[in-house]
């Protein structure tokens, strides 16, 4: 019986220390850790692994249930397939664990919150993006690029100056620098 810990944040700019903290504390020595969205299943595949990988009187922790799944359906997939080999699953920052009728009920609400919030959260993205393109400024790419790449790729070519002398001049990251001389370089 052995538990094993599952983290997960949706971008790669968050920080996985306090969940990994947290299922540290709670006894897991296994810990697979993801930057994806939780929107979907697909892609995911350290929790794939993880589902994979449990047996007969393993345990699934996790800091919370929405870290597992934002989606009603994917979550009752999730704890059909750890319930088809006999694997718990476990929250610690919730009252959830599936080997007690009242974690299982508890879960079950939980769910249906996580899939609401995102709902709602693409509910508002949806009127913030009619908003903008009521207005005409919304381009359906992404924000507006801060950096001019332009400027860095002249200041390149006429000052021979390294990246890093470009970044400190401009004062913009060293990346950024890159990033424009390489898609100056690819055009």
């Known amino acids: 019986m052995a538990l094993y810990g599952y983290a997960r944040v949706s971008t790669h700019e968050q920080d996985l220390a306090i969940q990994i903290a947290a299922l540290k504390a709670a ?8 930057k994806r969205s939780g929107s979907s299943r697909q892609g995911r595949t350290e929790l794939k692994t993880l589902l994979e ?27 059909r397939d750890l319930k088809s080999k006999g694997v718990a699953l476990k929250a610690t920052e919730q009252p959830v664990d599936t080997s007690t009728a009242a974690g299982k009920a508890f879960l079950d ?3 249906v919150f996580a899939e609401f919030e995102t709902n709602l959260r693409r ?15 919304y381009a359906g790419k992404g924000r507006t690029p801060t950096i001019d790449g ?16 470009i970044a400190k001049q401009l004062k ?7 990033r424009a001389l390489a898609a100056g370089a690819a055009a």
Do not use: N, W
Not at 27 to 34: K, P, Q, S
Not at 172 to 178: A, D, M
């Open 150 to 165: 332009d400027a860095i790729r002249r200041v390149h070519a006429d000052e021979k100056l390294a990246p890093t002398a």
């Open 53 to 79: 990988f449990v047996r007969e009187g393993d345990t699934l922790v996790v800091t919370r249930v929405d870290r597992l799944a934002r989606s009603m359906g994917d979550l009752q997939d999730v704890v």
């Open 27 to 34: 006894g897991c020595e296994v810990i697979r850790t993801e």
């Open 109 to 111: 609400m939980l769910g």
């Open 123 to 137: 509910e508002r993205q949806m009127e913030g993006i009619a908003a903008a393109k009521a207005k005409g400024v």
């Open 172 to 178: 913009v990251s060293r990346s950024s620098v890159y």
